[in-house]
């Protein structure tokens, strides 16, 4: 693929998922259809993780009362997600 | 199907109520007519009769002006709240509403934690209407923390709500609590507080405590799963992201969640956590992993000390 701007040859990268095609040439980025809200997914994605606070379970002794995301909920687990 | 001990009587009540409107309003599909019981637990009852559900609300709550504006809010908000179809009756002493039936969250399937982050955000983004009441305090959790009997884990419990500001504890005005930006919440959101109506969007349920108020509070029981470490990081990732894309107010723009969420997970950890206790002890059974999870994490908030700082 050639540079819609200046003719350079362009290259494909993988960003994180996210194919993007810079021109060796002038350094522009072509980004395909979605592909920049992807981007901005990602951005958002990592501007909502700050740590959180101290009192949370760590994370290497969480208890993952969870058997993958179609496991049924069932027990304490399913009044604490679904009950008052 | 919770069932625990509503008499047959009001049952029958409530079928026949049921089975009224259903014949006196268009039918928008051929459910059967034969009533089930969709909740029995909590002094409440609700009964499914084809296209309607018929409530009996909790005894000893507030049903007058209150309410009524409430009903009107979420009549006003279609898109947003599946209420009650006009004001309560009384039967037999119990506060009665009827509303259209909507699809309930399947526990057995992929939990819809991105949609109730949207469903949330847009609630929190809607101008408040005009006689919305106040959402006033998180009450449940003292409330539940008084009920607890005697026990290590009650102790637990105790120590760490102890370290709550006196306006959560109920011991100081409401007006002590710290000025946020308030808008329209729902006051008691959990997954079964999401219908799917007839045209498959989501819709939030359960108007009793739908005022105006802090929009953390609303992410407050999520958040404090999440800290337990009882919901799956991802969840709560699909859940916060969606919310936050979705411009949700409950959260600083572009800083700190927990700047906003600590001090209310921190109190439903605390109720969550008192009513597993309270839960374990009437059926005479240990805490399951899920529940000691809570009672852990109130040691940790009890460690972690001084909440108030926070409010």
Redesign the interface.
């Known amino acids: 693929m050639h540079c819609p701007k200046c003719h350079g040859l362009m290259r494909t990268y993988n960003r994180s998922g996210v194919h993007i095609e810079q021109c060796d040439n002038c350094r522009g980025i072509f980004l395909d259809y979605g592909e920049l809200e992807a981007l901005g ?1 990602m951005e ?2 990592h ?11 760590p994370a290497a ?6 058997h993958g ?2 496991a ?13 | 199907m919770e069932t625990e001990t509503a008499p047959p009587e009001l049952f029958a009540r409530l079928a026949e109520i049921g089975r009224d409107s259903s014949r006196t309003a268009a039918r928008a599909s051929d459910a059967p007519l034969e009533p089930e019981t969709l909740y029995d ?2 002094g409440v009852l609700v009964v499914r009769v084809g296209d309607t559900v018929v409530k009996a609300h909790q005894p000893g709550r507030d049903y007058g002006e209150r309410f009524l504006a409430r009903i009107k809010v979420a009549a006003s908000l279609p898109d947003l709240l599946l209420g009650p179809l006009g004001a309560p009756t009384d039967v037999d002493g119990r506060t009665v509403t009827v509303s259209v039936y909507g699809e309930p ?1 399947d ?5 819809p934690w991105a949609d109730a982050g949207r469903l949330l955000a847009a609630l929190h983004s809607t101008p408040v209407p005009a006689d919305t009441p106040s959402w006033g305090r998180p009450a ?1 959790v003292a409330t539940q923390v008084a009920r607890l009997g005697e026990g290590l884990a009650e102790d637990e419990v105790r120590r760490a709500f102890a370290t709550l500001p006196a306006w959560v504890r109920g011991e100081a005005a409401v007006s002590a609590r710290p000025e946020r930006a308030e808008c329209l919440i729902h006051g ?1 959101w ?3 507080q999401m219908v799917r109506a007839r045209d498959g969007r989501w819709r939030l349920i359960d108007i009793e405590d739908l005022g105006k108020g802090d929009p953390a509070w609303d992410l407050a ?1 999520p958040a404090a ?9 991802d ?1 709560w ?1 699909r859940f ?2 969606a919310y ?2 979705a411009g949700g107010a409950a959260v600083p723009d ?1 800083g ?3 700047a906003t969420l ?1 001090l209310p ?2 109190s439903l950890a605390i109720q ?1 956590a008192a ?2 206790v309270i ?1 374990a002890k009437e059926g005479e059974r240990p ?5 000691q ?2 009672v ?2 109130c040691g ?2 009890s ?2 000390g001084d909440a108030a700082r926070l409010a």
């Open positions: 997914q958002a994605r501007h909502a993780a700050p740590p959180p606070p101290g009192w949370g379970a002794s969480v208890h993952h009362h969870h995301h179609h049924p909920h069932h027990g304490g687990v399913f009044h604490m997600l679904f009950s008052t | 637990r909590h969250v526990p057995h399937k992929e939990l449940r008691d959990h997954l079964g029981r799963l999440y800290l337990s470490g009882v919901l799956h990081p969840d990732e916060l992201g936050v894309e572009g700190d969640p927990w600590d997970a921190r969550i009513t597993c839960s805490l399951d992993g899920p529940e999870a809570m852990d994490a940790r908030i460690t972690a």
